[in-house]
DNA sequence: TTGGAAAGTCAACAAGGCTGACATAAAATC
DNA sequence: GATTTTATGTCAGCCTTGTTGACTTTCCAA
């Protein structure tokens, strides 16, 4: 990583960004996101399940009980398109929805113990890799690596991953 | 980022990793990817290409006259996919493919000046974001950044990105 | 009490992955 | 020289996961 100039006269951090330096940043998050999604997709692939049922289970583990709404927000997808993945994964018996008591309009989402399980399954797998990558780099690395992740965010996004990172 | 513990009694850097933290993570990369596509894909939409599209020009720019074979393994997809890519590509006049020289059977790709416009326009777009996000994050973070990133890759995805990354 | 807004569902379409089968040309091998 | 392998392209058809539009149920406020 000598590649990443500092100005050593100053105390003062000055990087020299040439777009080259830039390109290897960019290619490191394209293949870096295809391991990170690989462990859990060949879990899926047997289950005929997608990358969109993970994404599911893992927010509604996150934050049991939340709305549909809520959840399509944290996504970033159109609803049409979360309730065929939520369909599935209800009539599978891994989702239970519940009609809100005091807004009956609004449904409750809530893992079931299979789909519980599954999201289980699949977040060890992450999990196994991204503890070796952490182990690997080190613990200066990993803060590094979450502060640039989080200055990448959209400003949205941004807050709904902090709003989530400290405990919803 | 104070929540990444070490041991602070032994020199060496022993990581807490807790599900919580590697959680956090993972998260991280969630959000952090969509922003990172995020501006492409709006100038793509516009001009009715996808994230494909701009993956192929992305590579073929990197590597000027790779063969398609090389692109393949590249981009990690079937031919059949690539190629349905590769034609709108070629018929809009953004990429050539030249017959090989020496091997007759190999065609190699090309960026048209056209091709290497929108591909300017394209990754101008993304290092904007990223170069934002390095500032932000400062040099030792961006060097955390890249460490974990590569280790988190599969060992023939990072061969192919170490290959790269320090020109082909 | 009625009309609009909000939450969720259903139908239909598109992009871009995938597999399998097959064609062609060139290169490599026997 | 005949055969096999390699590189590429193409057709057909499937799946996942995005999209938009139209519709129902429920809630709330004028």
Redesign the interface.
Known sequence: ?AD???NAAGGE?L?F?T?EQ???????????????T?DPDRILEKLEYGRAHH?AL?FIH?QSGLTVNTLLAVL?VTKQSLNRVLRTLIDDGLVESRVGRRDKRERHLYLTEKGAALEREL?EA??V??????????????????????????PE??R??LM??DGA
Chains 1, 2 share one sequence.
Request: avoid cysteine; proline fraction near 2%.
């Open positions: 990583m990443i100039g500092t951090a990087l960004l777009d830039l390109r290897k940043g960019i290619e490191a998050m394209f293949f870096a996101y295809r391991g990170f690989a994404r893992h996150r970033g977040s992450q999990r890799r991204m503890r070796a990558a952490y182990r690997t780099a080190g613990p200066q690395a990993v803060a590094g690596f979450r502060q640039v992740l989080e200055a990448m965010m959209d996004m941004r709904q991953y989530l990172r």
